[in-house]
């Protein structure tokens, strides 16, 4: 089965400092690989996500992630932190589930962000 | 107008008690799941569902059913509340393109089980 984990659950940078999220994965063939984003009182919405192809993916608002396979990890980042990227963050990690093409997706247990200004 | 609705927003009920909490969506989309939200565990999978006519279990399960009315429309029920099911709910749906399909999540229900 497949599990994805977040060392960090809360980090705190200053606005215009460059940021990376931690994310690690566990699952025995190629992932498809995720983040999304929480901010208070919304529902999550997608940064950016990785199937195959170039491992250096780029997402909305500005941020990237890498997936690298021998370090089983897809870091998110973003050179340049704005007060309005203030959220939780979340890694998830998708995988077929059975004989079908569904897509079962495993949440990591998320990273808060807090901006200082 | 969002694609994915929660109605309602906020909810407090007692233990025992029977909740159903609904998700709309116009997306067109297959697919629709719930999930619940504790902090510091992620997003876990209650229910999803292919299509109006094939629900699945997910690994909370217990203490949860699901209805799928339509196309559009999935809804969660809590059928004797108890404290521990306090959290916040959400409801997404995809397409039927596979795991790199793209969940989208509506803004979520919070419950409070008293």
């Known amino acids: 089965a497949q599990s994805v984990t977040q060392p960090d659950i809360h980090i705190t940078v200053s606005e215009g400092a460059s940021l990376e999220l931690r994310c690690n994965y566990s699952y025995g063939a190629t992932p498809y690989l995720f983040w999304y984003v929480q901010s208070p009182g919304q529902g999550l919405q997608l940064l950016l996500k990785y199937f195959s192809g170039d491992t250096l993916v780029q997402g909305i608002k500005g941020f990237e992630a890498e997936f690298k396979r021998s370090q089983s990890s897809f870091n998110l980042r973003k050179p340049s932190v704005h007060w309005s990227d203030a959220a939780e963050y979340f890694c998830?990690?998708?995988?077929?589930?059975?004989?079908?093409?569904?897509?079962?997706?495993?949440f990591g247990q998320g990273t808060i962000l807090t901006v200082h200004p | 107008d969002a694609d994915v609705t929660q109605t309602p927003r906020n909810r407090i009920t007692k233990t025992g008690k029977r909740i159903m909490l609904e998700c709309s969506q116009t997306?067109?989309?297959?697919?629709m799941y719930w999930y619940r939200q504790d902090p510091g565990l992620g997003l876990q999978l209650i229910y999803y569902?292919?299509?109006?006519?094939?629900?699945n279990k997910g690994e909370i399960s217990d203490g949860y059913s699901v209805s799928r009315q339509a196309q559009a429309k999935f809804s969660l029920s809590l059928e004797s509340a108890i404290p521990n099911q306090t959290a916040l709910y959400f409801c997404a749906t995809s397409g039927a393109g596979g795991p790199s399909d793209t969940q989208y999540f509506g803004p979520g229900t919070r419950l409070t089980v008293l």
């Open positions: 998830a990690v998708g995988a077929k589930a059975g004989g079908t093409s569904y897509g079962k997706l495993t």
């Open positions: 569902s292919f299509d109006v006519k094939d629900i």
């Open positions: 997306k067109g989309h297959d697919r």
